[in-house]
């Protein structure tokens, strides 16, 4: 059983930033690809960030590339999200999520990973 907690989130200007921290429980973290989506109101939840096990590879939606970054630390057992030059259209609750087997790769589908957060509120003011 995996536990994510999500922090970071908040209420911030556009173009300011945010940078939201996920921690995750588990010995093997290391060995886990990450994952982070959002959902906006009245939306369905997409795919923000990925990155694979090794951190070496990660992978952007298009309407977050250039702005947002992954990232994970593995002596703390958590992954992160930079995110700047914040817009409006980026308020959403953000999650993470981990995959537990098979993490080779990068995954930017819902169903492929198996744990997910609480979720953390972004609100981008214009």
């Known amino acids: 059983q995996v536990q994510l907690v999500e922090s970071g989130g908040g209420s911030v200007q556009a173009g300011g930033s945010l940078r939201l921290s996920c921690a995750a429980s588990?010995?093997?973290?290391?060995?886990?690809?990450m994952g982070w989506f959002r959902q906006a109101p009245g939306k369905e939840r997409e795919f923000v960030a990925a990155?694979?096990?090794?951190?070496?590879?990660?992978y952007y939606a298009d309407s977050v590339k250039g702005r947002f970054t992954i990232s994970r630390d593995n002596a703390k057992n958590t992954v992160y999200l930079q995110m700047n030059s914040l817009k409006p259209e980026d308020t959403a609750v953000y999650y993470c999520?981990?995959?537990?087997w098979g993490t080779g790769l990068v995954y930017t589908r819902q169903y492929e990973y198996d744990y997910w957060g609480q979720g953390t509120q972004v609100t981008v003011s214009s």
């Open positions: 588990g010995p093997t973290f290391s060995n886990y690809a």
């Open positions: 990155g694979a096990w090794s951190g070496d590879s990660t």
């Open positions: 999520a981990v995959r537990t």
